[in-house]
């Protein structure tokens, strides 16, 4: 039987840092109004003219690429995960898998919100289980900064840009991703969204003028909904893996909101020293977050732990993987 292991973890953030005292100059906040409420002090921006969020994937790919050793022809299959893609079409992927130089990968996008990373480590999960592929790039790459609006106080101290990605590889040991759950729920859909631009509202001046191209969220909805789906996937994802609270070393959830994370330890009883946060730093970054953050406390992760790595996003679609650690 072949596991999918992980067998490289990469992440890239641009170099300009938006940070609260910033924002408090462009729209009505403050520091302490965005700390208190979502535990986010600064966001890291993509600036450069003509750069989408392709850019951001390169870079972590090629780190990825550089770090493992791994040769661009080797890898067999490129999976892109985003909300931000460079274009309606091509795929961000297709962009990505040619700039770093994989002649012989096939490369498509999914499209699964602030869940899309998890969403696509389990198609590569089933991918290499079923022995079709050998190595296989999971990039998210989100350039968040791109759809949100600096006027709307609510929404603009969210978000920032980045990309992160992983390496998966076939193991004969029980490593890596071990199981998922996963689930949506459409009642979502007038929660977080983004109102215009899509088959159903097509850009117009008028859809210009309302700033329906920018994200628009209910905080409070998600909130609410966050909180409970993110819980009861990992739970869920835990028992049916005979894991106790205990037994679990590592919550990963997406860093949307610190409150949120707080909220989903606290519940699940689990101790906040197990629970991996760097929201203060890079914001929200959709689905680049989980591997962003992986990247940043990769030292303090060892063989052999167990993680739980939970998400929720637009739709709403969440789920939660059951991942044994190999790096």
């Given at each position: 039987m072949l596991y999918p292991r992980i067998a490289g973890i990469a992440a890239y953030v641009p170099d300009d840092i938006l940070d609260n005292e910033m924002l408090s100059?462009?729209?009505?906040?403050?520091?302490?109004?965005?700390?208190?409420?979502?535990?986010?002090?600064?966001?890291?921006?993509?600036?450069?003219?003509?750069?989408?969020?392709?850019?951001?994937?390169?870079?972590?790919?090629?780190?990825?690429?550089?770090?493992?050793?791994?040769?661009?022809?080797?890898v067999?299959?490129?999976?892109?995960?985003?909300?931000?893609?460079?274009?309606?079409?091509?795929?961000?992927?297709?962009?990505?898998?040619?700039?770093?130089?994989?002649?012989?990968?096939?490369a498509y996008d999914i499209q699964a919100a602030c869940a899309g990373f998890l969403v696509a480590l389990q198609d590569a999960s089933a991918y290499i289980r079923s022995g079709m592929y050998?190595?296989?790039?999971?990039?998210?790459?989100?350039?968040?900064?791109?759809?949100?609006?600096?006027h709307d106080r609510t929404t603009c101290p969210l978000f920032g840009d980045a990309a992160g990605c992983m390496l998966i590889e076939p193991s004969e040991e029980k490593?890596?991703?071990?199981?998922?759950?996963?689930?949506?729920?459409?009642?979502?859909?007038?929660?977080?969204?983004?109102?215009?631009?899509?088959?159903?509202?097509?850009?117009?001046?008028?859809?210009?003028?309302?700033?329906?191209?920018?994200?628009?969220?209910?905080?409070?909805?998600?909130?609410?909904?966050?909180?409970t789906d993110m819980l009861t996937s990992s739970l869920d994802v835990a028992s049916r893996n005979g894991l106790s609270i205990d037994d679990v070393d590592w919550l990963v959830p997406h860093q949307a909101n610190?409150?949120?994370?707080?909220?989903?330890?606290?519940?699940?009883?689990?101790?906040?020293?197990?629970?991996?946060?760097?929201?203060?730093?890079?914001?929200?970054?959709?689905a680049a977050s989980i591997p962003l953050c992986l990247t940043e406390y990769r030292d303090r992760l060892k063989k052999g732990d167990k993680l739980i790595l939970t998400a929720f996003g637009a739709g709403f679609t969440w789920g939660a993987l059951y991942v044994i650690w190999d790096l």
């Open positions: 100059q462009m729209v009505e906040t403050s520091d302490e109004w965005i700390t208190t409420r979502v535990g986010i002090k600064e966001r890291r921006i993509l600036k450069m003219d003509g750069a989408g969020s392709s850019y951001l994937g390169i870079k972590a790919v090629n780190r990825l690429l550089e770090s493992t050793g791994t040769k661009p022809e080797e067999d299959l490129l999976i892109c995960a985003t909300s931000n893609p460079d274009y309606r079409f091509p795929s961000t992927g297709s962009i990505i898998a040619h700039e770093c130089g994989m002649n012989r990968a096939y050998k190595k296989i790039v999971v990039v998210a790459a989100e350039k968040m900064s791109s759809m949100t609006n600096y490593v890596g991703i071990i199981d998922g759950v996963f689930h949506i729920d459409g009642t979502g859909l007038p929660h977080l969204l983004m109102k215009a631009g899509g088959s159903v509202h097509p850009a117009t001046h008028d859809t210009v003028d309302a700033d329906e191209h920018y994200i628009y969220q209910e905080g409070r909805a998600v909130y609410k909904h966050a909180v610190l409150r949120i994370i707080e909220a989903v330890a606290e519940r699940a009883g689990i101790n906040h020293d197990k629970v991996l946060v760097n929201i203060e730093h890079y914001g929200n970054t959709s």
